[in-house]
């Protein structure tokens, strides 16, 4: 079974820095897809951004982009100049042919 | 932008009632999902809907739950018998396919047992 790990249950940054959140996922499938998302106060789930496994470009979005490692079955999250509406929980997922499997989340706190 | 509904944003029920969760996923979308989170902990897959039927379901989905696409455009998750272990957020989802898009979500249900 595929399973998401996130080893960082808590992160903060000071606003305008970097900060880069931790995502491994195990699994036997070769074609995937990996998201992260994000989950303010009000918790909705909001994708950030996402990444095919055949593709070897690291996805970037604005000021968010990963790092994905195929072979180390790694997929981290830089957010860069760090924003006080970026302070929420982000769960990284993982997609093959349907469901989503979610890491446990890690709160991102943003220190003015 | 077209998204994913969700009504009611909260339900307080007595253990042992029956609620319906109800979903309007997007329009054009042919993958519908039922996905929990229990308070503090991550977000669990419930059930995936396709084509009228249910394509997947976790082991979470007992006998007690069911879903069901009434009328062409709601999505709905029936809890027969709530426990107090149900309360949790519920959060709709819908796909255009299965793999290589992302799912977008409703901003849940949040329900309460008591």
């Known amino acids: 079974a595929q399973t998401v790990t996130q080893s960082q249950p808590e992160m903060s940054v000071q606003e305008a820095e970097t900060v880069t959140l931790s995502c491994t996922y195990d699994?036997?499938?070769?074609?995937?897809?990996l998201f992260w998302y994000k989950q303010p106060p009000s918790r909705q789930m909001i994708l950030v951004i996402r990444?095919?496994?055949?593709?070897?470009q690291n996805a970037t979005e604005n000021r968010f982009s990963v790092n994905f490692q195929k072979a180390a079955k790694s997929f981290s999250l830089k957010i860069s100049d760090s924003q006080l509406g970026d302070a929420a929980m982000y769960f990284c997922?993982?997609?093959?042919?349907?469901?989503?499997?979610f890491g446990k989340g890690t709160k991102l706190t943003v220190n003015p | 932008e077209p998204e994913v509904t969700q009504t009611p944003s909260h339900q307080v029920t007595q253990m042992g009632q029956e609620v319906i969760l109800r979903c309007v996923p997007i329009?054009?979308?042919?993958?519908f999902y039922w996905y929990r989170q229990i308070l503090g902990q991550k977000v669990e897959f419930l059930v995936s809907?396709?084509?009228?039927?249910?394509?997947?379901k976790s082991e979470i989905f007992d006998d007690q739950f069911s879903v069901e696409r009434p009328d062409g455009s709601n999505f709905t998750l029936k809890i027969r018998s709530t426990k107090l272990e149900d309360s949790a957020m519920y959060f709709c989802a819908s796909s255009v396919r299965t793999m290589n898009t992302e799912a977008f979500f409703g901003q849940g249900t949040r329900l309460t047992v008591v």
């Open positions: 329009s054009n979308h042919l993958y």
């Open positions: 699994t036997s499938e070769s074609d995937y897809y």
């Open positions: 997922a993982y997609r093959s042919a349907g469901k989503l499997v």
């Open positions: 990444q095919e496994a055949y593709k070897q």
């Open positions: 809907f396709y084509n009228n039927e249910i394509s997947e």
